[in-house]
């Protein structure tokens, strides 16, 4: 109790020294603790951002390219799938449901997604919440457009604006499709996810738009294909009784002008190509079968992954990174400790009086010692509790830009029992560190004895 | 007084600091309880180094040292602390003081360390008030709260008195306490000491190269007389 008191009044004496150390040691806990929280932060959010989907399928290629493409809007698909197969697959007896997505074109650099009403009625996300617009309401024509919140933001539109989606994934500009202009009919509320960032028209308003244009896209990426429409005009809504195979499902063709797509089947007489789909199936146990029927489907090539699966490769290939940095912030870490043994050793000499009284006052060289690991221990118990504090302080603030500028929602949870297992670990090192000056003390205090040295 | 043992007992002392070096060889050296003895010699001669094997911080090489009867030799080094912190009142000759404490709790220290000491204030007196009591009766009553590296070196002379003083040790040793203060000071200084080791019953062991303050004493010893190291 005394040497504690004897460390704090120490530590007190020399404050400059003292809050610089514990600054330099919870600045490096606090890139331990952030670093950690927010590669689990990114994880989840991920990991959040597709629920309840049991397969995405798409064109024959990489399963990691299909799930950026497909759910997190990042780079280009492999590949386009044939309306037939999709619809083919709508149908198996194990499906629940389907979501068509395609892909393609641009709003600004944000991503058009053309899908059906589906998506809102089946696309989960974190919390298995379902995506629903905040303002107005979701898209029915062809010409209505929804946008996520971050559209609506940064690019100030309401409801009511009216706004040219560019073909491609790049810019504005040559390739805008200015002959047809969408309404924008609903704002999507916050997901924090990559919705949040783009803008779904219907699969009718994508061909639309395509509507005359070449089937492959100029840029060079693989841009869906679109058949030109066999009746000039029509739109998903019109779909009329002379439209080649007509839809088998009973209640599919919706009659006069209701807009709603609520199946897939109802796009039956189109023959336009999707970029990928999601699936839901009936059983959940039935989704490795289904995954293996579609990854051997003779009839067009196919992947199909399982979401987590497909995430764990993601988190496993990019390991290598998430390694490099905790490396260096384990280096951070070393240097804010090596920075306490200098500022306690440093102050050895000049202290070597104070170890001589203390001496003389009956304290034993042990007890000197152990005023030293005491004074390092606390430097690194206040130095990890402060540097938590400036992680969540800082998690505060950086949640929401995290939010808006990468639709990445980083939870700020209580610290986990890695936290506490680096907290500790810095005190537990903190107090070894603590051994060097220590011990130097140690062997002063008795080669002095009570001679005092200036 | 002389059924109580003596305060110190050297007999066949020899000591140095690297081996085949003697600092130190007294064959005895006896101080009673309760005296007040003077002990001096030029600088270099082996004081200080003499105080440290008394009070159990060097251990001789060869020979005994009893402190009221108990040869600290005998004692794992743990229990030589603890009777040093327990029965000894040790002043230097400058900076005595821990920086970063205040002048009262510089004085209580010796009491916070040793509970037998803390046992022995008198009058049913607390730490506190009791290093209150010492600072007031050495002059201090208005720097109780003063941080200590703001008294003048006489005022942090007498707080070390007091420090040393208070839980009434048997045996107080002064290696020159008064080197850094002027005549007049290190007169009044001195008269103090003496009165509270009166009080206490405390045995002196006064160290100085500063023949003069000899008169002042009950015994003056010459340590380069004593110390018949390197053929001397
Ligand atoms: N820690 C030490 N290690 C080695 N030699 C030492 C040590 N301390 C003192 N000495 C040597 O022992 C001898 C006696 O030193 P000591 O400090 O006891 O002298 P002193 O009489 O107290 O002198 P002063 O009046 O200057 O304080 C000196 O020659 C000194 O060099
Ligand atoms: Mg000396």
Redesign the interface.
Same mark, same amino acid.
């Given at each position: 109790m005394?040497t504690l008191q004897?460390a704090l $009044? /120490?530590l007190?004496?020399r404050r400059l020294t003292t809050i610089l150390t514990v600054m330099s040691i919870a600045l490096s806990v606090s890139l331990l603790v952030g670093v950690e929280t927010v590669r689990r932060g990114i994880r989840e959010s991920f990991a959040g951002t597709i629920r309840g989907t049991d397969l995405i399928v798409g064109a024959r290629g990489g399963s990691q390219q299909l799930l950026m493409s497909s759910v997190f809007g990042l780079g280009a698909p492999a590949g386009s799938v044939e309306w037939s197969t999709y619809e083919r697959w709508a149908r198996h007896p194990g499906v629940a449901w389907t979501i068509p997505i395609s892909l393609g074109d641009s709003y600004y650099g944000y991503r058009v997604v053309g899908t059906t009403s589906a998506f809102f009625e089946h696309y989960h996300y974190r919390n298995d919440g379902n995506v629903t617009a905040a303002e107005g309401r979701l898209f029915e024509g062809e010409r209505d457009v929804v946008i996520g919140i971050e559209v609506a933001k940064t690019r100030q539109l309401s409801i009511g604006s009216e706004i040219v989606l560019t073909h491609g994934l790049r810019g504005t500009g040559i390739s805008d499709h200015e002959e047809h202009p969408f309404t924008v009919v609903g704002i999507l509320a916050r997901t924090s996810t990559p919705v949040d960032r783009s803008v779904f028209i219907t699969l009718e308003g994508i061909e639309g738009m395509h509507e005359g244009m070449a089937p492959e896209s100029p840029d060079g990426w693989t841009q869906p294909k679109f058949a030109p429409l066999q009746l000039p005009g029509a739109d998903g809504a019109s779909a009329t009784p002379t439209a080649p195979a007509p839809p088998p499902m009973p209640g599919a063709a919706a009659p006069e002008g209701e807009g709603l797509a609520t199946s897939a089947d109802e796009h039956a007489g189109h023959a336009h190509k999707l970029t990928a789909f999601l699936l839901g199936t009936k059983a959940r146990s039935a989704s490795l079968m289904l995954q293996r029927q579609m990854n051997t489907d003779r009839v067009e090539p196919l992947t199909a992954i399982l979401p987590a699966v497909a995430l764990t490769e993601l988190w496993h290939s990019i390991g290598y990174a998430e390694d490099g940095a905790r490396i260096i912030t384990g280096a951070v870490l070393i240097v804010g400790l090596l920075g306490m043994l200098v500022a306690l050793y440093s102050t050895l000499q000049e202290r070597r $009086?104070?170890m001589?009284? +203390? $001496? /003389?006052?009956?304290? #034993?060289?042990? $007890?000197i010692a152990a005023l030293l690991v005491l004074e390092s221990g606390l430097l690194a118990v206040v130095g990890a509790f402060v540097g938590l504090g400036l992680v969540y302080g800082l998690l505060g603030v950086g949640q929401g830009l995290a939010e808006r500028h990468f639709g990445v929602y980083i939870p700020i949870t209580p610290p986990g029992s890695l936290e506490w297992l680096y907290l500790g670990g810095v005190i537990v090192a903190g107090v070894l560190v603590g051994l060097v000056p220590a011990w130097r003390a140690y062997r002063n205090t008795l080669q002095d #004895?009570?001679?005092?040295r +200036? | 007084m002389s059924d109580r043992p003596a305060a110190i007992a050297i007999e066949d002392l020899v000591f140095g600091y690297r081996p085949g070096r003697e600092v130190l060889r007294l064959d005895t050296l006896t101080v009673a309880a309760g005296d007040r003895v003077f002990l001096h010699g030029p600088s270099g001669s082996g004081k200080t180094t003499l105080l440290g094997l008394i009070a159990g911080v060097l251990t001789p090489t060869e020979g005994r040292v009893r402190i009221l009867g108990q040869d600290l030799a005998t004692l794992p080094s743990s229990q030589r602390d603890g009777y040093r912190g327990t029965h000894i009142g040790y002043l230097f000759q400058l900076f005595n003081l821990i920086p970063y404490l205040s002048v009262t709790e510089n004085i209580a220290l010796p009491c916070r360390l040793h509970a037998k000491r803390r046992a022995r204030i008198g009058g049913g007196l607390d730490i506190a008030s009791e290093a209150e009591r010492l600072a007031v009766r050495l002059e201090l009553g208005q720097f109780l709260t003063t941080p200590v590296t703001e008294l003048s070196v006489g005022q942090q002379q007498r707080v070390a008195a007091a420090r040393a003083l208070i839980g009434a040790p048997e045996l107080i040793i002064a290696d020159e306490p008064t080197s850094a203060l002027d005549t007049d000071l290190r007169d009044r200084f001195l008269e103090l000491l003496f009165e509270c080791c009166d009080e206490a019953k405390a045995t002196l062991l006064f160290v100085s190269h500063d023949l003069a303050l000899g008169t002042r004493f009950h015994r003056v010893l010459s340590l380069p007389t004593l110390n018949t190291a390197g053929g001397r």
């Open positions: 005394l004897l $009044r /120490s007190r004496n $009086r104070e001589a009284i +203390l $001496r /003389s006052l009956g304290a #034993g060289p042990g $007890r #004895g009570l001679t005092i +200036l | -």
